[in-house]
């Protein structure tokens, strides 16, 4: 589901034999605002993935603060608990957001994360940190994905996700995994 038609035309014409993921039966692509989506489309997911979804058309959002999220109701904390019951039993849903310095000043993953966990306090999860798995890459402008679901994490799905991120990171730049 992405709201431009402008960023899907490409994926379903020019570059479509470059997309395995368009390409792939089981997948549509929307062009629709997300929330709105959700709250009309009955099927359970496995994975609901809001792939860095800023806009950015506040200026000076990324670097000032003030704006970040307040242009999305992406980040709401009832778009999150929408999110959420359309997952399947251990479905999961990720964010990914660039934030310039996750470790010593976060920004947007940690508002996101601060609103996923009040999400899930609201249905009645009380120890977020097991329903919680964060990485982020090495990059100027790090990317950090946040996985949450309603289940706890097992230590098997912590384990497979560290070896995912240890995967697709750049050789010799490990990204960091965080689970409290």
Not at 78 to 85: C, F, K, M, S, V
Not at 99 to 110: L, Q, S, T, V, Y
Not at 138 to 159: G, I, N, Q, Y
Request: proline share 6%; hydrophobic share 40%.
């Amino acid at each position: 589901v992405e709201l431009n038609p402008v960023t899907v035309s490409p994926l379903r014409d020019r570059f479509a034999e470059y997309n395995r993921v368009a390409r792939d039966p089981r997948v549509t692509l929307e062009v629709a605002e997300g929330r709105a989506y959700l709250k009309r489309d009955g099927p359970r997911y496995d994975l609901v993935w809001f792939v860095a979804p800023d806009t950015y058309a506040a200026q000076n959002a990324a670097s000032s603060a003030g704006l970040v999220l307040s242009e999305s109701y992406l980040y709401t904390q009832e778009t999150i608990a929408e999110a959420l019951g359309h997952l399947r039993e251990r479905g999961i849903l990720c964010m990914q957001n660039g934030d310039i310095d996750f470790e010593r000043k976060p920004n947007r993953a940690a508002r996101w994360l601060a609103t996923a966990r009040a999400a899930l306090e609201s249905q009645g999860v009380r120890d977020f940190s097991r329903h919680v798995l964060v990485s982020e890459t090495p990059e100027f402008l790090r990317m950090v994905t946040t996985c949450v679901r309603r289940e706890p994490f097992e230590a098997v799905d912590v384990d497979r996700f560290r070896a995912n991120v240890a995967a697709v990171m750049p050789i010799g730049r490990p990204g960091q995994v965080v689970h409290p």
